[in-house]
C-alpha cells in the first residue's frame, strides 16, 4: 500500500504526519490503516500513490529471488518465465539493473510491453517453447509453472539456478507447494541450483527498491486501477491470471489512501 501518515505512535521516530510513504500492513483496502514504522519507507518521489502501492510484495519477491537466491551478477544470461504479470514485470527490470542479459517469456499481447521495460530477448510462449531452445541460462525464474522440473533443467546452463515461484492460479498454493517440495527434493540429486523460497520483509530490501525507481532503473507496471468500492471485481481480475503487471486499489474519497 502507499499514502500518507495521519498520525503516529509515541515510539515512531523515523516518520511523521504529513509523510507520503510505501509499504504493507493487514488491511489495507481501507480509508485507514495501520501499520508498524519497519514495515513503511518513504515514497519514491518519481511515483504516484498508486504506482507505489504496486511495488510490494512483488518488488521484493523479484528482487530476492535474483539477487538473494539467485546471485545473478552482469554478464549472465537470465530468463523470466511469466514476464508480464505482477512479480515478472519487476524481475525483468531488476535482472538488467543487475548487468543480465534477460530473456522474458510471455503470451503475443505482451511483447511490446516485456521488451519496453528492458527485456533483451521476448519469446512468445503461444509459438516457440523456451525450453526447446539452444540456448541455456545461468538462471530461471518461474512464475508460471507451466513446464516440468525436467524440462526446465533443460534449459539451463550445467551449473544454473532455478527458482519456482508459484504454480496456476486456479490451485495456486497447492500448486506453488508442490513445486516447492520437488524442487527441495531434486536439488539433492542435480548438479544445477534449484532455490525455492519464502520472500522476507526486509525494510531494508524496500530502501533498495525505492532506490532502483528513483534512478529509473525500475518502474512499476499497472495494468488497471479500481476504486474501492470495486474491489472485489478487482481481485476477480487478478484471478483470471492475465493482468499485465499489477492492479491497484485506489482509495477514493481521500487523495490518497491514509496511515494512522
Not at 81 to 99: C, E, P, R
Not at 188 to 215: A, Q, Y
Amino acid at each position: 500500500m502507499a499514502g500518507t501518515i495521519e498520525a503516529g505512535g509515541t515510539g515512531v521516530t523515523r516518520l511523521q504526519p504529513g509523510d507520503e510513504v510505501f509499504g504493507w500492513c493487514d488491511g489495507s483496502f481501507a480509508d485507514y490503516a495501520t501499520a508498524s514504522e519497519e514495515r513503511l519507507a518513504l515514497k519514491p518521489a518519481n511515483l504516484s500513490f498508486e504506482q507505489a502501492a504496486a511495488v510490494p510484495i512483488a518488488g521484493l519477491v523479484a528482487l530476492q529471488a535474483l539477487r538473494d537466491h539467485g546471485g545473478v551478477r552482469a554478464g549472465q544470461k537470465v530468463l523470466i518465465n511469466g514476464a508480464s504479470g505482477g512479480i515478472g514485470t519487476f524481475a525483468v527490470q531488476i535482472a538488467k539493473a543487475l548487468g543480465a542479459e534477460v530473456t522474458g517469456v510471455c503470451s503475443t499481447r505482451n511483447v511490446d510491453m516485456v521488451r519496453s521495460i528492458g527485456a533483451d530477448h521476448v519469446i512468445d510462449y503461444t509459438r516457440e517453447d523456451f525450453t526447446q531452445k539452444d540456448q541455456r541460462d545461468d538462471f530461471i525464474l518461474d512464475n508460471v509453472a507451466n513446464h516440468s522440473l525436467s524440462d526446465l533443467r533443460r534449459a539451463l546452463t550445467p551449473t544454473g539456478t532455478f527458482v519456482p515461484n508459484g504454480g496456476g492460479f486456479d490451485n495456486h498454493w497447492f500448486a506453488s507447494g508442490g513445486r516447492v517440495i520437488s524442487a527441495h527434493v531434486l536439488k539433492r540429486f542435480v548438479s544445477h541450483r534449484l532455490r525455492p523460497f519464502l520472500v522476507s520483509l526486509k525494510f531494508e530490501d524496500l530502501v533498495v527498491l525505492k532506490e532502483l525507481i528513483e534512478v529509473g532503473k525500475v518502474t512499476p507496471v499497472i495494468d488497471r486501477t479500481y476504486p474501492l468500492s470495486e474491489a472485489s471485481q478487482a481481485i476477480g481480475h487478478v484471478a483470471e491470471g492475465h493482468a499485465r503487471g499489477k492492479v491497484v486499489i485506489t482509495v477514493r474519497g481521500e487523495p490518497e489512501g491514509k496511515l494512522l
